[in-house]
């Protein structure tokens, strides 16, 4: 029974030799040569291995798009599910198995469209996971057509004179759906990555991390302008400045995100739906008392004679 | 026709039995084997109440009891039924016409009255009619009853005209002799739960209605049902397939609320935390069956539902679970469609897509239960099969079934309750999770792997490691593996029964909520001097191998269902008996009203296709 599992702890257990790099190591990756992904995935190797969660409690899951083949990179137990609906497919994982560690991955596409309502609904039920949106403002999987986050302007074969739609703003959107850890960072900073995904990663709730990933054969240069080394401005928020307890301030910061800031937005704590469920159970169990699970129901029966 | 007394049209039916005998009350006691009462007014009046009061009565005297009712699909008010055919006998439907009506408004009269068999008897109430507005016809005998007034005249106060269903209620315990102790208690388990002054109303209106003297007709008693060993409990459907799902050891879930499938919902989320488990109401219908997905991706015995709009929504993750080989339960509480077509009505017109529905090759399992005791073990027999088979499995439920109370024997928990378990034990070296020369095992988050390489589940076609793979002839191999579990399957299942004739005129086979009406159609048939048999299928994909063997001993073979005859004249599993069997013989009898089947009905049609 899963109400005998001890919750995930939040403390990792310390024992260095135990989870490597190698350990967590699968198939070769099918990206292509450049891809932004790269990136995320050697990072997200080094946080496990700091954390050091026992391996066989770490579970990877992914819908569709290029960043969603994750889980066949990654020696864990893994799921690659449909188009759009990893989200909910993890919140499953989580609230029936609150000893394992539910990490998420997936695109714009996935995340911000076809995807869209499951995040706003995981969000504010604050279902502890960690979801990396590996946002590249294109669809690459099939090659090159317009996504929610790409800017207006940009040709692509569903949009060849330029994108005419509004894009999505990642920041405000996630603002607004209730999460309670809100972080933006970008694949080719590799530090910040990193203590991004470990703040993430410990906060206990939903956490979500926008990562600009860039798509090198079909939106290259996406992400120029925040890359010191292509002639781009690097800010971080500073956060003796920034209260990330204030979802305004947080609005205010997401105002402009061409190229904007970078580092945790918004972060607060919300008792999560796995905790107010366990709640439910735990008082409803003991106005019960000390009954079998098949007397409860034997109760029910004579209640219909 | 059930029942006859000297004041009314005699009918000569083998079941029914007459005596009359002296009581203590001057009138005439007539004897009587069962009845059908139709209860009409507005949804707002309580007449579900006192028509759910009269099935669990029954159910408490070891009497039979089906019962029918019409919910308006408006939001609030508008016109209601609630429809009980008791019996001491073997109930099989609710009953084509109704020995008594009871109208509480001129409408209602309106409406029903030609559902009133001939010599029937009519109660209404005098507030909303009078005597110039009834028809006197069919040797039907019309009793005036003020209702209204009298209920305001027992409970006094301010409740107006509340608590007149009540006031019905005691009336039809005076007329038909029904053991008020009983029902007295019933009731006041179900109001005590509420304000005190509720239950004293409910009891002063029904105590008023018990009193009242309705006149110069004769009383009637029901013979004792036969008394059987075990406790009789009555029940809907969806009642029994929840408490079913949670015997099969069923903890989690998520689900999105659509009629007639939301009370599933509502109980399974009420009722999982007491058994440590989560339900979860979920965004939609999609985000509904992917959270369960990944319940049974973690190892858990897990359920979604809905009804067709909503199992529409689910194809592509039902899709997902075929070629990912997961165990799933998806019970379907079909109601008419297409689209939202005929919300409160019954219809059994998903089976195709039960079957078919998704893309690609999507093999499954589906189940129908066939009366509301079965709804109890067809959810024991779906998980089983998921769990064995791991693989999805559609339970096809109907809105005839959800709602109808039945009464019938308390399932044997001793026997039947299976404790949930998640199997995370080390996996050893060399584990497949896609094995080609046997079942799936998935080895849930939390298990460790002896070998060191951990498992993908996936929707992209596979080898046996999980790895994505294009070849054509992985692709061939995979799609047989998955198939073959049905194969195995039907070559398992029991061929059904036969009831009525092994061999001869005509067998008449039907699946679902029909399994009454066709059965006690076959019994008509078979009055009539025909060699009938009824063959009613549990399992409809795959079905039992071998049942043309049971077809050939018959010269017609007729599918009795509740959907179109379609394009080339066949219904859905007359289609695909024709197409499985090629048997040409294969006929159907198919209607698309939105009600249940009618015992003439079934009788007409299939004497048709046998004179054609």
Same mark, same amino acid.
């Given at each position: 029974?899963?109400t005998?599992i ?5 403390a990792?257990?310390?024992?260095p $030799?135990?989870l490597t790099?190698?350990?967590?190591t ?5 990206w ?9 995935? $050697?990072?997200?190797?080094?946080v496990?291995e @700091?954390?050091?969660?026992p391996h ?13 083949r994750?889980p066949?990179?990654? $020696?864990t137990?893994g ?12 919140t ?18 996935d995340?911000?469209?076809i995807?869209? $309502?499951h995040?706003?609904h ?10 990396v ?9 099939t @090659?090159k ?9 940009? @040709? ?13 703003n990642p920041? @405000?959107q996630l603002?607004?759906?209730g999460?309670t850890f ?14 991004v ?11 979500v991390?926008e990562?600009l990933?860039?798509c090198?054969?079909?939106?290259a240069?996406a992400?120029d302008d925040?890359w010191?080394k ?6 971080t ?5 920034h209260?990330v307890?204030?979802?305004q301030?947080?609005?205010k910061l ?11 937005y918004?972060?607060?704590?919300r ?13 409803t169990?003991s ?14 029966f004579?209640?219909?004679? | 026709?059930?029942?006859q007394?000297?004041?009314?049209n005699r !009918? ?7 005596a ?14 069962? !009845?059908? +009462? #139709?209860?009409?007014g507005?949804? =707002?009046?309580?007449i579900q109440? +006192?028509g759910?009061f009269?099935?669990?009565l029954?159910? #408490?005297?070891?009497?039979e ?22 019996g ?5 439907h609710?009953g ?7 109208a509480?408004?001129?409408?209602? *009269?309106?409406?029903h009255?030609?559902?009133?068999r001939d ?11 009078g005597?110039e ?6 040797g039907?005998v019309h ?14 106060g301010s409740?107006r005209d509340?608590g007149?269903?009540?006031?019905v ?6 007329v ?7 029902l007295?208690? +019933?009731v ?6 509420k304000?005190?002054?509720?239950? /004293?109303?409910?009891l002063? !209106?029904f105590d008023?209605?018990?009193? *009242? ?8 008693a029901?013979v004792?049902? &036969? ?7 009555s029940?809907d459907g969806?009642?029994m397939?929840?408490m ?14 659509i ?13 999982l ?10 965004e939609?219908?999609?985000?509904a ?9 973690a190892?858990h ?9 909503g ?5 592509e993750?039902?899709?997902y679970?075929?070629m990912?080989?997961l165990?799933l339960?998806?019970v379907n ?5 297409p689209?939202t077509?005929?919300?409160t ?8 897509? !039960? %079957?078919y ?16 005791e079965?709804c109890f073990?067809?959810a024991?027999e ?8 791991s ?12 709602? #109808? ?10 026997k039947h309750?299976v404790?949930? &378990? ?7 070296e060399?584990f ?6 046997s %079942?799936?095992?998935h ?10 390489k951990y ?6 076609e ?9 070849s054509?002839?992985m692709?061939t ?8 579990k049905?194969? =195995? ?21 039907g ?8 059965? &006690?159609?076959?019994d008509?048939? #078979?009055?009539e001097?025909?060699?009938a048999?009824?063959?009613h299928?549990r399992?409809?994909?795959?079905m ?7 077809f050939k001993?018959f ?7 509740m959907?179109d005859?379609?394009? *080339?004249?066949?219904?859905q599993?007359?289609t695909?008996l024709r197409a499985?069997?090629?048997?040409p /013989?294969?006929?159907?009898v198919?209607k698309t009203?939105?009600?249940?089947? /009618? +015992? /003439? ?5 299939v004497?048709?296709i046998?004179?054609?």
């Open positions: 029974m899963s005998a001890a919750p995930a702890s939040a990792p257990l310390v024992d $030799n135990k790099k190698k350990a967590l699968a198939d070769h990756p099918t292509c040569p450049g891809c932004g992904d790269f990136a995320v995935l $050697n990072i997200f190797y080094r496990l @700091k954390l050091q969660y066989e409690n770490i579970v990877c899951v992914a819908g569709i798009g290029c960043s969603s994750f066949y990179f990654m $020696n137990h799921i690659h599910f449909i188009h759009g609906r990893a989200l909910p497919l993890a499953g994982i989580s609230l029936s198995r609150p000893d394992v560690h539910v990490f998420v991955f997936g695109g714009d596409g995340g911000f469209s995807g869209g $309502n995040l706003n995981a969000a504010r039920k604050n279902i502890k996971l960690t979801y949106i590996m946002d590249n403002f294109v669809y690459g999987l @090659k057509q317009t996504s929610p986050t790409s800017p207006i302007g940009f @040709k692509s074969k569903t949009d060849p004179t330029g994108s005419i739609d509004r894009p999505i920041m @405000k603002l607004a759906s999460a809100i972080a933006r960072t970008h694949a080719a900073q590799v530090k910040h990555m990193e203590e995904f470990t703040r993430a990663i410990l906060h206990d709730g939903f956490s991390v990562c990933s860039e090198v054969m079909f939106y240069g992400f925040s010191p292509k002639g781009g401005t690097w800010e928020i500073d956060e003796t400045q209260d307890t204030d979802d301030a947080a609005f997401a105002e402009n995100l061409a190229p904007g800031k970078f580092g945790v918004y972060q607060v704590n008792p999560t739906k796995n905790a107010l469920e366990q709640k439910w159970i735990d008082d169990r106005k019960l008392g000390d009954v079998s699970q098949k007397d409860i129901l034997k109760k029910r004579e209640a219909m004679r | 026709m059930t029942f007394s000297p004041n009314l !009918a000569n039916h083998p079941i029914m039995s007459t009359t005998a002296a009581t203590p009350s001057s009138s005439p006691t007539t004897t009587l084997r069962n !009845a059908v +009462i #139709r209860l009409a507005n949804s =707002q009046d309580g109440s +006192i759910g009269l099935a669990r029954a159910g #408490r005297t070891a009497q009891v089906m019962t029918y009712m019409t919910i308006p699909s408006t939001i609030s008010g508008g016109p209601s039924i609630f429809q009980v055919h008791l001491s006998g073997e109930v099989l609710e084509d016409e109704a020995d008594v009506l009871v509480f408004y001129k409408h209602s *009269y309106e409406s009255i030609s559902a009133l010599g029937g008897i009519c109660f209404y109430d005098t507030a909303d009619m005597p507005d009834v028809k006197h016809e069919r039907i009793i005036s009853v003020p209702f209204t007034s009298a209920t305001v005249e027992a409970v006094g409740t509340r007149k269903n009540m006031f209620l005691g009336m039809v315990t005076a038909f002799n029904l053991d008020k102790e009983k007295v208690g +019933i006041s388990r179900q109001f005590g739960k304000d005190e002054s509720v239950l /004293r109303n409910a002063l !209106a008023a209605g018990f009193a *009242y003297q309705v006149g110069d007709i004769e009383k009637f029901f004792p049902g &036969e008394a059987t060993s075990g406790h009789r409990i029940a969806n009642q397939l929840t079913g799902l949670i015997a099969a050891g069923v903890r989690y879930g998520a689900a999105y609320p009629t007639p499938w939301s009370s599933i919902l509502e109980t399974l989320r009420v009722e935390p007491k058994y440590g488990g989560i339900y979860v109401q979920a939609d219908e999609l985000a069956v992917s959270m369960t997905i990944g319940a049974a991706f190892g015995l897990a359920i979604t539902g809905s009804s067709g709009p199992l529409s929504l689910k194809m993750a039902l899709g679970a075929s990912a080989e165990p339960i998806c509480v079909q109601r008419g469609g689209s077509g005929l919300p009505s019954v219809e059994q017109s998903d089976l195709m897509q !039960a %079957i529905g998704s893309h690609g090759d999507t093999p499954r399992i589906v189940v129908a239960p066939q009366d509301v079965d073990y067809i024991l779906a998980c089983k099969l998921a769990k064995k088979y693989c999805p499995v559609i339970i096809l439920s109907d809105q005839a079934l959800s709602s #109808r109370i039945e009464a019938f024997e308390e399932p044997d928990l001793d309750w404790e949930p &378990e998640l199997d995370l034990s080390t996996r050893p060399g497949k999770p896609y094995p080609l020369d %079942i799936t095992r080895a849930p988050p939390g298990s460790k792997m002896a070998g060191g498992p993908v589940s996936t929707g992209l596979h080898d046996e490691m999980g790895h994505p793979s294009g054509p002839k692709h191999l995979m799609t047989a593996k998955r198939r073959n049905l194969v =195995q399957l039907a070559k398992e299942l029991p061929l059904p029964e036969i009831h009525g004739d092994q061999t001869g005129d005509v067998l008449v086979i699946w679902g909520s029909t399994y009454g009406p066709i059965k &006690e159609s076959v008509r048939l #078979r009055l001097g025909h060699k048999g009824a063959l299928l399992h409809l994909h795959p039992p191998d071998g049942l043309d063997g049971l001993k010269k017609h073979v007729v599918c009795v269902e959907n005859s379609g394009l *080339y004249g066949y219904g599993l007359a695909l499985s069997l090629a048997d /013989r294969i006929k159907s198919c009203d939105g009600l249940a089947f /009618r +015992i /003439r009905e079934i009788v007409t049609g004497e048709k046998m004179t054609a």
